[in-house]
């Protein structure tokens, strides 16, 4: 079994920040990618930033410059560093990662999601 947790959610104002982490736990052998994506309510689901195993990345238009995902393979874990944060940016944040658990299997798998509200 494998499992993602999300940390790091809250209540911020307009122009702070906020770091979440999401650390994946389990019968693992190694993850490739991991990603954070975020929905607001009445929106669709998007891609916030991605990171691949050897430490690429990509980020949405929408927080490039504010937001850094990075990752500790050791750990397991993946984080998203968010500064300078909008009204815009209050979402549920996903975590998610593709994992192979065994010789024969590799799955995406998704956190349960973390509030991010930013308002004054």
């Known amino acids: 079994q494998v499992q993602l947790v999300e940390s790091g959610g809250g209540l911020v104002q307009p122009g702070g920040s906020l770091r979440l982490s999401c650390a994946a736990s389990?019968?693992?052998?190694?993850?490739?990618?991991m990603g954070w994506y975020r929905q607001a309510p009445g929106k669709q689901r998007e891609l916030v930033a991605a990171?691949?195993?050897?430490?690429?990345?990509n980020y949405a238009d929408s927080v490039k410059g504010r937001f850094t995902i990075s990752r500790d393979n050791a750990k397991n874990t993946v984080y998203l560093q968010m500064n300078s944060l909008k009204p815009e940016d209050t979402a549920v944040y996903y975590c998610?990662?593709?994992?192979?658990?065994?010789?024969?299997?590799?799955?995406?798998?998704w956190g349960q999601g973390t509030q991010v509200t930013v308002s004054s």
């Open positions: 998610n990662a593709d994992i192979r658990n065994s010789l024969r299997f590799r799955l995406v798998y």
């Open positions: 389990g019968s693992i052998l190694s993850i490739n990618d």
């Open positions: 990171i691949t195993s050897g430490g690429s990345t």
